[in-house]
């Protein structure tokens, strides 16, 4: 198993340009997120899934769009980037609840000019 | 709602010398708790967790935390620290109803030689 793979692994993006960070798993789990990591703050919960089909808010979700089309990928949507943006991304997953282990991935570094 | 302070952004020890790392949590629900690691560009890894079983929690690595309801506390502790343990940790809380978990602000565990 790869576990959990995100791409890119680092990118660079002028303002007001779209993206997409990609996420996959390939361990069947149903719970999927995105966090961002800035520094002296932890990770902070951007959105979550819980299933194909279903997705909700975590703690700062603007500026950004998810999608849960398949169980497999999650992949996160930037609509228009901004410098505040910049920031390191990860996603993660969990067989069932959120309570279980999460698995991360290594990590997506976005800098917005 | 919940809440997790990590009462230390730095520590630093030298080799073979014990760890202790400070975590105090809030919550309304019981908690379920957690340590993860992370090493310099890398993504997160679980240590341990603790689900209202046993309150001491042994990890991975040698890692232990001590459940304190009493104290609001879930101290992670190593007795003796080896060079491979420089990284960030992080305390999370999970378990009230809106499924997300909330990340500590990271200590940053400097072992000296």
């Known amino acids: 198993n790869a576990g959990v793979t995100q791409t890119p692994k680092f990118q660079v993006l002028k303002t007001g340009q779209s993206m997409t960070l990609q996420c996959a798993q390939d361990m069947n789990h149903e719970y999927m997120s995105w966090y961002r990591q800035d520094p002296g703050m932890g990770l902070r919960l951007i959105h979550y899934s819980v299933g194909a089909g279903i997705t909700d808010q975590g703690e700062v979700p603007n500026g950004y769009n998810v999608s849960r089309s398949t169980t497999e990928d999650f992949p996160l949507r930037l609509l228009s980037a901004a410098p505040s943006q910049t920031s390191v991304y990860f996603c993660?997953?969990?067989?069932?609840?959120?309570?279980?282990?999460?698995?991360f991935g290594p990590g997506t570094r976005l800098l917005v000019l | 709602a919940q809440s997790v302070t990590q009462l230390d952004s730095h520590v630093s020890v030298s080799e073979g010398t014990p760890v202790l790392l400070r975590c105090n949590y809030s919550s309304s629900y019981s908690p379920s708790l957690f340590w993860y690691v992370q090493h310099p560009n890398k993504g997160l890894q679980l240590l341990l967790k603790y689900t209202s079983a046993a309150t001491l929690v042994k990890g991975i690595n040698g890692f232990e935390a001590e459940f304190k309801k009493s104290e609001t506390s879930f101290h992670l502790t190593k007795p003796s620290a080896h060079m491979s343990d420089a990284a960030e940790y992080f305390c999370?809380?999970?378990?009230?109803?809106?499924?997300?978990?909330?990340f500590g602000s990271g200590t940053r565990l400097l072992v000296r030689p």
């Open positions: 999370v809380v999970g378990g009230d109803s809106s499924y997300k978990l909330i």
């Open positions: 993660a997953s969990s067989p069932r609840l959120l309570l279980e282990t999460q698995y």
